[in-house]
Structure formats: structure tokens, C-alpha cells
């Protein structure tokens, strides 16, 4: 089962998946970044609190293309913004639980933990372009 997933910066030099499930991870990353509409289909060993596991769902829920906000999901699941936007922070699998589109209701928002405005967040801001959100 998958455990995580890590953004890696580009200087890091790529090795060849080594296994059966990492040759299936790249493949899946390579057809999404092809057809956005895509849907990953790996089996994910789903670590996180009760309420991190519905703001994940939730998340998971929103189409390629489109973003909510951090308020619109924390009403849906009887949540707080803030307490959305530590869940999404705590994501262990960026992409596959695309928390890219959830964005702030004054702008774009941070993205995994505190690292605004560095390397996470122009993840973010790449991915929404890439999806035609931005």
C-alpha cells in the first residue's frame, strides 16, 4: 500500500520505479498530467484523525478544473476553515487528494503546512494553472 507522497524539488535527480507499485504510482501521475479527468485507483494505507478522513473524502470529491474554499468544505463536514485547512496541510497524498483545489476565500491560500509562500504553494498555484482554475 501507498504510505505518502512527496513533491520533489527539481534539482533531485528521478530513479526508475523499482516495483510493481511504484512503476503503478508513475504511471497514474503521467496519465493525470495527460487527462485531467483521470481517476487514481491506488491502494492507500489511510492514516489521519476522523475528521482529517472527511475533509480528505470531501476533497477527493472535487472535479479537475474546479476549486472550493476551505469555508465551503468546513460547512459541508460541520468543520471550522482553519481546522480544513490543517487537514489539508496534513494530506499524505498530494495529488491523488488533489488539496490544490482548495483555495482561501480572499485569494489562493496557503498549502502543505507553513510553507507559504515557497516551494508548496507554487505546487499549488502550477497545478491550478495546469488545471485551467487560475
Request: charged share 20%.
Amino acid at each position: 500500500m501507498l504510505s505518502k507522497i512527496d513533491y520533489l524539488p527539481r534539482t533531485v535527480a528521478l530513479s526508475a520505479p523499482k516495483n510493481h507499485l511504484a512503476k503503478e504510482v508513475d504511471g497514474q501521475c503521467k496519465t493525470y498530467f495527460k487527462n485531467l479527468d483521470f481517476q487514481f485507483e491506488l491502494p492507500m494505507k489511510l492514516l489521519g484523525t476522523a475528521h482529517q478522513q472527511r475533509v480528505w473524502k470531501r476533497v477527493r470529491e472535487i472535479p479537475a478544473g474546479k476549486a472550493i474554499t476551505y469555508g465551503e468544505i468546513a460547512g459541508a463536514i460541520k468543520s471550522g476553515a482553519r481546522a480544513v485547512g490543517t487537514a489539508c496541510g496534513a494530506n499524505p497524498y498530494p495529488l491523488i487528494t488533489p488539496c490544490h483545489r482548495v483555495i482561501s476565500a480572499q485569494g489562493i491560500g496557503g498549502f502543505m503546512k507553513e510553507d507559504s509562500p515557497g516551494f508548496y504553494r507554487q505546487i499549488k498555484i502550477w497545478l491550478l494553472k495546469h488545471e485551467g482554475v487560475l
